[in-house]
């Protein structure tokens, strides 16, 4: 006997029927039809279709998951779904996994927050959208491949994944927005593609286990608040295309070491309280850019913060000789660093 789909006219769930039969039975609901008709409203509502599982699970309107009832814990989206609405999942702390079919192009803000137990999540590539805080504080989630034709991965979305250590981002990928992976205390290591041109503050920040970072080849800008916090950071390898290490950047970071290219612009407070940071070197054309503020007393310029302040175990300081002079004040007072052939002024 052929089979064809049809929704029931009673209750909206999706069957398959005999053709060739004029009436049938919901195995859902218990209610008889006529076979054409449900044939029919199935053809007529392809795009506009409740689905209702046995448990009454899945809600979809139009091809977007509006909600789910059921209590599984480990979910399989159907495939007539193309939309995950905002917080579809969001708080169902049960929830262990989700498989999404590959007709799913969008997860809108917050599908997923709050997923506590998630540790495993299939996103297909065929998704070009995923929305802010998607993931956010899903503290179980281990790992994540990020899709290939989603280019921009937005505001928190993975923020405070508190077991987050592999995370594999795809060529293609161009913009990663503030606070992507904030408070992800397990992440290790990341490669950032070359492709990415723009990155967000406070991306890393609080990524205690952070050791190795893969930055792109043509960064120019390494935001407030980057790497703020990253403890296990011992060197980075600065791309030669970078031009400014804004306030913040590296801040309270175990930074043991740091060579500054020529040109770099750094801004007040980058390397605060980088109480590992022992070498420091100044190439060509580098600027410190201190933070002055007026003395109401004398009407003098008091300096209040520079790029290395609070770095107390600062040693060595190697400059190009093509450094003409360097405030003292960048550093901290405590610092013992060897001032001998310094132009310190």
């Known amino acids: 006997m052929p089979l064809v789909p049809a929704i029931c006219t009673q209750c909206g769930a999706r069957l398959n029927v005999d ?21 029919n409203l199935y053809s007529v509502s392809a795009n506009n279709v409740y689905i209702i599982g046995g448990a009454s699970e899945y809600e979809i309107i139009a091809g977007t998951l509006k909600n789910y009832k059921g209590s599984s814990v480990n979910v399989t989206v159907p495939p007539e779904a193309k939309v995950l609405q905002s917080a579809v999942f969001s708080g169902m702390r049960a929830l262990e996994s989700a498989t999404l079919p590959k007709s799913v192009t969008t997860l809108e803000s917050m599908a997923f927050l709050a997923c506590t137990k998630l540790k495993s999540v299939s996103l297909p590539d065929t998704i070009t959208e995923i929305g802010e805080k998607c993931f956010s504080s899903c503290q179980s989630l281990p790992s994540v491949v990020w899709p290939k034709s989603c280019k921009t991965i937005k505001y928190q979305t993975f923020s405070d994944c508190q077991k987050l250590s592999q995370v594999k981002l795809q060529p293609g990928l161009e ?22 041109s ?3 503050v406070n991306l890393f920040k609080n990524c ?39 306030s913040m950047a590296f801040q309270n970071s175990g930074l043991e070491s740091v060579d500054l290219q020529c040109g770099v612009k750094v801004k007040p407070n980058a390397f605060y309280g980088c109480a590992s940071l022992q070498n420091v070197h100044l190439a060509k054309d580098v600027d410190l850019d201190p933070d002055y503020v007026l003395h109401r007393f004398d009407n003098s310029l008091r300096l209040i913060d520079a790029p290395f302040r609070n770095c107390k175990s600062l040693q060595n300081v190697r400059w190009d000789k093509w450094v003409k002079r360097v405030d003292f004040y960048f550093f901290d007072p405590e610092a013992r660093i060897n001032k001998r052939g310094i132009p310190f002024f």
């Not at 290591?189 to 070359?194: E, G, L, N």
């Not at 407030?224 to 031009?243: A, D, M, N, Q, R």
Request: aromatic share 8%; hydrophobic share 40%.
């Open 19 to 39: 053709s060739s039969s004029d009436a049938a039975i919901c195995k859902y609901c218990g209610t008889p039809f006529v076979v054409e008709k449900a044939v």
């Open 175 to 196: 913009q990663i927005q503030s606070e992507a992976f904030m408070n992800c205390f397990s992440l290790k290591s990341i490669a950032i593609p070359d492709t990415v």
């Open 198 to 200: 723009e990155l967000g």
């Open 208 to 246: 205690k286990s952070l050791e190795s970072v893969k930055l792109p080849a043509g960064l120019q800008t390494i935001p407030i608040g980057f790497f703020y916090g990253c403890e296990s950071l011992k060197s980075i390898e600065l791309p030669s295309s970078l031009t400014c290490i804004e």
